[in-house]
Protein backbone atom coordinates (compact mmCIF):
# COMPACT_ATOMS: atom_id res chain seq x y z
CA UNK A 1 0.00 0.00 0.00
CA UNK A 2 0.94 3.71 -0.61
CA UNK A 3 -0.07 6.75 0.84
CA UNK A 4 0.11 9.81 -1.12
CA UNK A 5 0.24 13.93 -0.31
CA UNK A 6 -0.53 16.52 -3.26
CA UNK A 7 1.17 19.95 -2.44
CA UNK A 8 2.26 23.34 -4.64
CA UNK A 9 -1.40 24.37 -6.11
CA UNK A 10 -2.34 27.71 -5.53
CA UNK A 11 -3.49 30.67 -8.08
CA UNK A 12 -1.34 31.68 -10.73
CA UNK A 13 -1.53 34.08 -13.80
CA UNK A 14 -2.18 32.76 -17.23
CA UNK A 15 1.43 32.06 -18.82
CA UNK A 16 3.09 30.80 -15.41
CA UNK A 17 4.52 28.12 -13.72
CA UNK A 18 3.75 25.67 -10.83
CA UNK A 19 4.94 22.65 -9.88
CA UNK A 20 3.20 20.29 -7.96
CA UNK A 21 4.65 17.60 -5.67
CA UNK A 22 3.41 14.24 -4.20
CA UNK A 23 4.51 13.11 -1.12
CA UNK A 24 4.81 9.17 -0.99
CA UNK A 25 4.77 6.54 2.21
CA UNK A 26 4.96 3.50 2.13
CA UNK A 27 7.37 0.07 2.12
CA UNK A 28 6.67 -0.49 -1.67
CA UNK A 29 6.47 2.89 -3.55
CA UNK A 30 9.66 2.38 -5.87
CA UNK A 31 7.52 -0.46 -7.70
CA UNK A 32 4.84 1.46 -8.19
CA UNK A 33 4.10 3.52 -11.55
CA UNK A 34 3.36 6.94 -10.91
CA UNK A 35 0.69 9.46 -12.28
CA UNK A 36 -0.77 12.97 -12.55
CA UNK A 37 -4.91 13.27 -13.08
CA UNK A 38 -6.93 16.07 -12.71
CA UNK A 39 -10.71 17.22 -12.71
CA UNK A 40 -12.19 20.49 -13.35
CA UNK A 41 -15.77 21.54 -12.09
CA UNK A 42 -18.83 19.78 -13.56
CA UNK A 43 -15.94 17.20 -15.76
CA UNK A 44 -15.02 14.09 -15.48
CA UNK A 45 -11.63 13.07 -14.03
CA UNK A 46 -8.93 12.96 -16.54
CA UNK A 47 -5.21 11.48 -16.77
CA UNK A 48 -2.50 14.15 -17.23
CA UNK A 49 1.25 12.36 -17.06
CA UNK A 50 2.56 9.52 -16.32
CA UNK A 51 5.97 7.34 -15.12
CA UNK A 52 7.61 4.17 -14.83
CA UNK A 53 8.77 2.80 -11.54
CA UNK A 54 12.16 3.57 -12.55
CA UNK A 55 11.68 6.90 -13.69
CA UNK A 56 13.01 6.50 -17.19
CA UNK A 57 9.84 6.25 -19.29
CA UNK A 58 7.19 9.13 -19.39
CA UNK A 59 3.93 10.03 -21.24
CA UNK A 60 1.81 12.69 -21.73
CA UNK A 61 -1.69 13.55 -22.88
CA UNK A 62 -1.48 15.87 -25.74
CA UNK A 63 -3.25 18.86 -24.12
CA UNK A 64 0.04 19.37 -21.56
CA UNK A 65 2.59 18.23 -24.19
CA UNK A 66 5.50 20.60 -24.24
CA UNK A 67 4.30 22.00 -21.12
CA UNK A 68 4.16 19.68 -18.53
CA UNK A 69 7.19 17.78 -17.04
CA UNK A 70 6.92 14.80 -14.64
CA UNK A 71 9.40 13.04 -12.40
CA UNK A 72 10.24 11.45 -9.47
CA UNK A 73 12.72 10.95 -7.11
CA UNK A 74 12.73 7.32 -5.25
CA UNK A 75 15.03 8.08 -2.72
CA UNK A 76 13.09 11.32 -1.79
CA UNK A 77 9.40 9.49 -2.49
CA UNK A 78 8.49 11.59 -4.13
CA UNK A 79 6.82 12.70 -7.61
CA UNK A 80 6.20 15.66 -9.34
CA UNK A 81 4.62 18.06 -12.24
CA UNK A 82 6.13 20.75 -13.81
CA UNK A 83 3.82 22.65 -15.06
CA UNK A 84 4.87 25.49 -17.39
CA UNK A 85 2.65 27.86 -19.71
CA UNK A 86 -0.66 27.51 -17.78
CA UNK A 87 -3.91 27.94 -19.13
CA UNK A 88 -6.96 29.00 -18.03
CA UNK A 89 -8.22 25.39 -18.97
CA UNK A 90 -6.01 23.65 -16.84
CA UNK A 91 -7.89 25.37 -13.87
CA UNK A 92 -8.66 21.55 -12.08
CA UNK A 93 -7.85 19.56 -8.55
CA UNK A 94 -4.84 17.63 -9.64
CA UNK A 95 -4.88 14.33 -8.04
CA UNK A 96 -1.36 12.20 -7.62
CA UNK A 97 -1.93 8.95 -8.06
CA UNK A 98 0.03 4.65 -7.61
CA UNK A 99 -0.10 1.94 -10.21
CA UNK A 100 0.63 -1.60 -8.82
CA UNK A 101 0.46 -3.75 -11.98
CA UNK A 102 0.86 -1.12 -15.08
CA UNK A 103 4.41 -0.20 -16.54
CA UNK A 104 2.75 3.28 -18.03
CA UNK A 105 -0.97 3.87 -16.98
CA UNK A 106 -2.40 6.03 -19.76
CA UNK A 107 -6.06 6.04 -18.05
CA UNK A 108 -7.71 7.36 -15.02
CA UNK A 109 -9.29 3.89 -14.17
CA UNK A 110 -5.84 1.86 -14.41
CA UNK A 111 -4.67 3.77 -11.16
CA UNK A 112 -5.18 1.63 -7.62
CA UNK A 113 -4.46 4.91 -4.98
CA UNK A 114 -5.09 8.82 -5.40
CA UNK A 115 -3.82 11.09 -2.84
CA UNK A 116 -6.25 14.06 -1.53
CA UNK A 117 -5.78 16.72 -4.37
CA UNK A 118 -4.50 20.19 -4.81
CA UNK A 119 -6.30 23.35 -6.16
CA UNK A 120 -4.49 24.79 -9.36
CA UNK A 121 -6.16 27.59 -10.42
CA UNK A 122 -5.42 29.82 -13.63
CA UNK A 123 -6.60 33.39 -14.27
CA UNK A 124 -6.99 35.45 -17.54
Known amino acids: QVQLVESGGGLVQAGGSLRLSCAAS????????MGWCRQAPGKEREFVASITWSGTRTYYEDFVKGRFTISRDIAKNTVYLQMNSLKPEDTAVYYCAADKDNWLPRTVSEYDYWGQGTQVTVSS
Open 26 to 33: GRTFSSYA
